[in-house]
């Protein structure tokens, strides 16, 4: 499939080319027809681009604020952990495991041979 701008050159080049040849004429479609379809679509390519624009824009914005808001979700985190301790239900509440939650570690038996 073609892209847009392709698309819209081949457009550009065939409408220049209709308006040299006058005598050029097609049964079901007339070169004003054409242009107003090519001015649609062109108009249209320019929208969505300012549009990709403006979603870079916000997609940055938000991820500097999610960067930020996780900064400040581990620094509340830390804060609870300090002022209640490890092992309190607040650490739990936040979303932290307490310290009596986690599994001791296992040893591995190596094989005896």
């Known amino acids: 499939m073609a892209t847009v701008s392709q698309v819209l050159e081949d457009a550009d080049r065939i ?3 209709w308006e040299g040849n006058s005598d050029f004429s097609l049964a079901t479609m007339t070169k004003v027809q ?11 390519a320019a929208l969505i681009e300012q549009k990709r ?3 870079r ?3 940055e914005s ?5 960067k930020e ?13 300090a002022i209640y301790g490890p092992d309190s239900p607040q650490v739990a509440q936040v979303g932290i495991t307490r310290t009596s939650d ?3 570690r296992t040893r591995k038996v190596k094989p005896t041979e």
């Open 57 to 59: 824009g916000l997609t």
């Open 15 to 17: 409408l220049a080319t």
């Open 34 to 44: 054409m242009t107003v379809k090519r001015d649609e679509v062109r108009s249209k």
């Open 53 to 55: 624009v403006e979603l």
């Open 62 to 66: 938000l991820t500097d604020e999610v």
């Open 69 to 81: 808001l996780g900064q400040m979700n581990t620094r509340a985190k830390s804060g609870f952990r």
């Open 102 to 104: 986690r599994k001791p």
